[in-house]
């Protein structure tokens, strides 16, 4: 299921089912009348936020779909998927108009530039693609030491590319040239996802450790780590009788610990 919250209440506004599988990634529409889904089930479905109708199911894709993005018209939808491709849906036809390929691992993450005309692909192939949409042809692969791409975001202006990995750090790369001009480090553990705030100056991203760190898009520097307190935090079961392994681990999952 997909849900729909309330960002004010934590109320559940409205639940869309219709996926057969695990639901990988979602994506609001630019007017936020619709939206996207990927799925294990290797479906893309598309939603009427207001009825929570399924409007279109987009089925191309050989593997699971592990990322959605709506080009700034909402004209075009795009996917990324463990089949190793990325691909381009009409909205208003449903058909897939095009099949980028060229990535040589699985697709994690997919995101347009603000005019519509870049997309940006991230892989375990440790690469980052900018693809031309007109052409269906990537005209620049990013590479750096980084094992494992996870996410990838386009800064408003298009300038700058954030990219997140398995290596634990971010980095930020010149749209234009190519180049990689930053790394950040900080999250201890691999960072699915990054995004830019409307202005620009500020990057968030969401890590395995737990944590969203906001950043600095301009100096790199680390200004606010979000962490939720565990319910157990801090509490010491070193002397507690009775307890079992399962409970113990179970604890500590929490925030307990035995030292």
Known sequence: TVMLWDVATGQVLRIFQGHNNQVLSVAFSPDGRMLASGSEDRTVMLWDVATGQVLRIFQGHSDVVFSVAFNPQGKILASGSLDRTVKLWNISTGECFRTLEGHTNWVWSVAFSSNGKLLASVSSDQTLKLWNINTSKYFKTLSENTGML???????????????????????????????????????????????????????????????????AITGECFKILKVKKPYECMNIMDIKGLTEATITTLKVLGATNR
């Open 150 to 216: 996870q996410s990838v975001t386009f800064s408003p202006d298009s300038r700058t590319i954030a990219s997140s990995s398995q290596d634990y750090t971010i980095k930020l790369w010149d749209a234009i040239t190519g180049q990689c001009f930053s790394t950040l480090p900080g999250h201890t553990s691999r960072v699915w996802s990054v995004v830019f705030s409307p202005d620009g100056k500020t990057l968030a991203s969401g890590g395995e450790d737990e944590t969203i760190r906001l950043w600095n």
